[in-house]
């Protein structure tokens, strides 16, 4: 859920480095800030981007050997320290480094982006994570080519901006994997050509039907669920010899995974996924220009837009299965 909320609060010691916003609108600067200025419009992104480490200027990478790291901290360059005081005086502590759930933040210059002003917030939003994620898994991660065939496991927002991002590229074939069936009508939308519901694939395994789908497999397999058992099944749904799969999905319990070695050895590959393989200063901008050009779909990702005091209802959307994002405005 979108866009932003935070109960009353004062900022203390406002940092080096750091900048404090106004609804994705830089409103004043700490010092040794470069690259920003007030009034500038930003969006704000858990996955750090430093700019200057040895895996933020590799070509290789969109890890951040500087900060990523780091998940303990509240802040990236000052540890527990909050720059958030409530009204009884009590601290506040920030959220995945960004704490943009709310009306004023304070942010780390290493996880803002700087975005063209024409761009409509409430779409900019879908932008910070789950959409950027799964668009960037096929364009970064698999690198999807024209004509290739892919399977898409779990059709939620990731999955669908997966199906996205793999449309965008030129894909022929793109087959969704989810046990809603209402997900095929919405995934038509971000190029789904084929459904598959496993309730209704008998004694039959799910890659067992996609290979009859395919003939061979498929060259990419994405799992954006994070069940061991639906990754082997994305892995086995793939093409031998140079078919990847792409995991997106995070099991539960952190548990080992299990795959086979002579399908490995036989050239099979499978990857992880980090926020799509983006380097959020430069490759949200270009998804931002893709937005505006009217190439990419983000609109079909906002089903429903609630008053802030819905919240509830928001998050019995999600429960249900109904909702894709829900952008949450406080002025209406």
């Known amino acids: 859920m979108y866009l932003f909320y935070f109960r009353f609060c004062f900022f203390k010691n406002f940092p080096n480095y750091y900048i404090l916003l106004y609804f994705s609108v830089v409103e004043s600067i700490g010092g040794h800030v470069d690259g920003f200025q007030r009034g500038d419009v930003v969006l704000p992104v858990f996955h750090p981007h430093c700019e200057e480490c040895r895996d933020c200027k590799s070509s290789k990478s969109n890890w951040c050997a500087r900060f990523a790291d780091d998940f303990l901290s509240n802040t990236r360059r000052y540890g527990m320290t909050s720059r958030f005081k409530d009204s009884m005086g009590e601290d506040i502590y920030h ?51 024209e004509g290739s065939t892919i ?108 795959l086979g070695s002579f399908d490995l050895f036989r050239g099979r590959h499978v990857c992880g996924s980090m926020f799509g393989g983006l380097k959020p200063k430069l490759d949200i901008p270009i998804l931002v220009e893709h937005y505006l050009k009217k190439e990419l779909n983000l609109d079909s990702f906002i089903t429903h837009e609630l008053k802030f005091e819905e919240i509830n209802k928001a998050f019995d959307l999600l429960v249900q299965g109904k909702s894709l994002r829900c952008v949450l405005w406080m002025d209406k």
């Open 151 to 258: 399977a898409v496991f779990g059709l939620g927002a990731v999955g669908l901006a997966v199906a996205e991002g793999a449309r965008l590229r030129g894909a022929g074939k793109i087959i969704g994997v989810d046990l809603n069936p209402d997900k095929f009508e919405l995934g038509k939308k971000f190029g789904i050509t084929d459904f598959i519901n496993p309730a209704l694939c008998g004694e039959k395994k799910i890659s067992e039907v996609i290979k009859e789908m395919t003939g061979v497999g498929v060259d990419y397999s994405f799992e954006c669920v994070g069940l061991h058992s639906l990754l082997t099944e994305a892995f086995n749904s793939t093409r031998t010899g140079s078919g990847k799969t792409v995991v997106l999905g995070i099991e539960k319990d952190l548990t080992p995974i299990s």
């Open 95 to 145: 959220f995945l480094f960004v704490s943009s759930f709310s009306e004023y933040t304070v942010v780390d210059i290493a996880h803002l982006v700087k975005i063209s002003p024409e761009m409509p917030v409430d779409k900019a939003a879908l932008l910070s994570c789950g959409v950027s994620t799964g668009v960037g898994a096929a364009w970064k991660v698999a690198d999807v080519e």
